[in-house]
Nanobody
Framework: QVQLAESGGGLVQAGASLRLSCVAS????????IQWFRQAPGKDREFVAAISWAGGATYYTDSVKGRFTISRDNAKNMIYLQMSSLKPEDTAVYYC??????????????WGQGTQVTVSS
């Protein structure tokens, strides 16, 4: 089992930056990738970014490329999502997840409880 816990959400104005954190615990040696997803009210959960736990390769959805950066600190079992130039359309609950297939909600084996990010215009 792997446990994930997000933190760092909040209310910010458009154009601001915010850093989300996710701490992994439990059988972290079994982690293949850590990914961030988000879900806005009334919408499906969507992929944001992913990082390979071992090699550090990163992947992003097009709408956040150049604005968001995913990183990891394996020694601390921490994963970060640095978000810059935030837009109102980035408003959502952000989830940290662990699993295999990149950008696939159904491929995730473990989920955190989520952290709310609200961007005001």
């Amino acid at each position: 089992q792997v446990q994930l816990a997000e933190s760092g959400g909040g209310l910010v104005q458009a154009g601001a930056s915010l850093r989300l954190s996710c701490v992994a615990s439990g059988r972290t040696g079994s982690i293949y990738t850590i990914q961030w997803f988000r879900q806005a009210p009334g919408k499906d959960r969507e992929f944001v970014a992913a990082i390979s736990w071992a090699g550090g390769a990163t992947y992003y959805t097009d709408s956040v490329k150049g604005r968001f950066t995913i990183s990891r600190d394996n020694a601390k079992n921490m994963i970060y999502l640095q978000m810059s130039s935030l837009k109102p359309e980035d408003t959502a609950v952000y989830y940290c997840a662990a699993g295999g297939g990149i950008a696939s909600v159904t491929a995730m084996d473990y989920w955190g409880q989520g952290t709310q990010v609200t961007v005001s215009s």
